[in-house]
C-alpha cells in the first residue's frame, strides 16, 4: 500500500482483495463465530450476491471483510478508505478533514468520519507496560487549547489564564520505544500515579521534571532523575525528558499547523494518532497503512458509543 498509482487507491475489487490479504492472510474468518476452516466457508459468486459476501457453514451467518471494523456499514468506497488509510499514515504534520475531502472528492462530512475513524484504527487493541529493566521511561505534561485572546468573545471563561482552561495532555515514553498519551483532568500525583504505575514498568529508571507530582512515585521505580526546568537545567547525565518533549512537539506542529485546534471530545482521537505515528516513525509509510488496515478490527463500537453523529 505504498504508490498512489496502485489499482487499489481506484479499483474496488482491487482494494476489497488488498483488504482481505490484510485481514485474513489465513484465509476468510467468520465475524460471527470464528470459523475459519475453509470447507465451510463459501463465497457468494455472481451478480447476485453482494461484493465480498461470504457465507458461513458453521453459523449460517455471511460476512464481508468489514463486518466488526470500523468500516462496517459505509458507504465508502473501500478504495477510498484505502487512500484515507495511506495518506493520513504517510502525512508528517497530520491531514485535515479539508484536505481529505479536495483529495478524496467527497464531501466535508465524509471526510470527517474517514478521518476519525482512521484515527479509531490507530489507537492500539491493548498497550502492555513501557520499559524494563535497563531502560529509562520519560514522563512529561503539555497543555492543549488556545488563549483566551483569540477566542470568540461569548467563548472566553474568567480567570483562564495561563494553563488555566487548556486540556492537559500526560505521556509516558520510552526512550527508543512506544510513547502513551492521556488526557487528564489535572496534573497532580493522585492523577498521574495510576497512569505511571499501570503503563510503566517499575523496573525502568524514571525520568521527569522536578514537578512535585512525581516525587512519590518515582520512589516505586528501580530509579528516578529529574531535571530542574525551573533553573534552566535541561540535561543532566542520562536525566532528561527531551524524548516525551520532541514527541509532544510533533503533535503541536499538525494541532496548531493543520487542525489549528482539537476539541476535548475528540482529543483522545488525536493522541492516539500522535502515539501511533510516534510509535510507528520508523516504518515505511506503505507499511503503515497496512498496519492501519489491521487495526480496524473490533473498533467499531468505541467509535459508536463516543460519537452519536449517524454513519457517512
Ligand atoms: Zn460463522
Not at 12 to 31: D, H, Q, S, V, Y
Request: proline share 4%.
Amino acid at each position: 500500500m505504498c504508490d498512489l498509482h496502485n489499482p487499489i487507491f481506484t479499483d474496488e475489487g482491487k482494494a476489497r482483495e488488498a483488504l482481505e490479504a490484510i485481514r485474513w492472510p489465513e484465509g476468510p474468518f467468520c465475524p460471527h463465530c470464528g470459523n475459519c476452516d475453509p470447507e465451510k466457508i463459501a463465497r457468494g459468486e455472481g451478480k447476485v450476491h453482494r461484493a465480498g459476501l461470504y457465507y458461513c457453514a458453521a453459523c449460517n451467518g455471511q460476512f464481508t471483510v468489514t463486518v466488526g471494523t470500523v468500516m462496517e456499514r459505509s458507504k465508502i468506497p473501500l478504495s477510498k478508505w484505502l487512500l484515507a488509510m495511506h495518506l493520513m499514515g504517510a502525512s508528517k504534520k497530520g491531514m485535515s478533514a479539508l484536505q481529505l475531502q479536495r483529495m478524496l472528492g467527497v464531501t466535508y462530512k465524509t471526510a470527517w468520519f474517514l478521518c476519525h475513524r482512521i484515527r479509531e484504527a490507530m489507537a492500539p487493541a491493548q498497550r502492555g507496560p513501557l520499559g524494563g529493566e535497563g531502560k529509562a521511561v520519560e514522563a512529561d505534561e503539555s497543555y492543549f487549547g488556545g488563549k483566551e485572546k483569540n477566542k470568540h468573545v461569548g467563548k472566553r471563561k474568567r480567570g483562564n489564564i495561563g494553563v488555566q482552561g487548556k486540556q492537559v495532555v500526560f505521556a509516558l515514553v520510552e526512550r527508543d520505544g512506544h510513547s502513551h498519551s492521556f488526557h487528564v483532568a489535572s496534573v497532580s500525583g493522585e492523577t498521574l500515579r495510576p497512569l505511571i504505575v499501570t503503563h510503566a514498568s517499575r523496573k525502568s529508571a524514571l525520568m521527569t521534571d522536578q514537578g512535585g507530582q512525581y516525587v512519590h512515585v518515582g520512589k516505586e521505580f528501580s530509579r528516578q532523575e529529574s531535571v530542574n526546568h525551573g533553573a534552566d537545567e535541561y540535561v543532566r547525565g542520562d536525566a532528561h525528558t527531551n524524548t516525551a518533549e520532541c514527541r509532544f512537539s510533533l503533535m503541536k506542529r499538525a494541532v496548531y499547523g493543520t487542525h489549528h485546534s482539537v476539541s476535548e471530545a475528540h482529543l483522545p482521537r488525536y493522541l492516539a494518532e500522535w502515539d501511533f505515528k510516534w510509535n510507528t516513525r520508523k516504518v515505511k509509510d506503505g507499511e503503515r497503512a497496512t498496519l492501519i488496515a489491521k487495526g480496524i478490527e473490533g473498533k467499531r463500537l468505541t467509535y459508536r458509543s463516543t460519537n452519536k453523529a449517524p454513519n457517512a
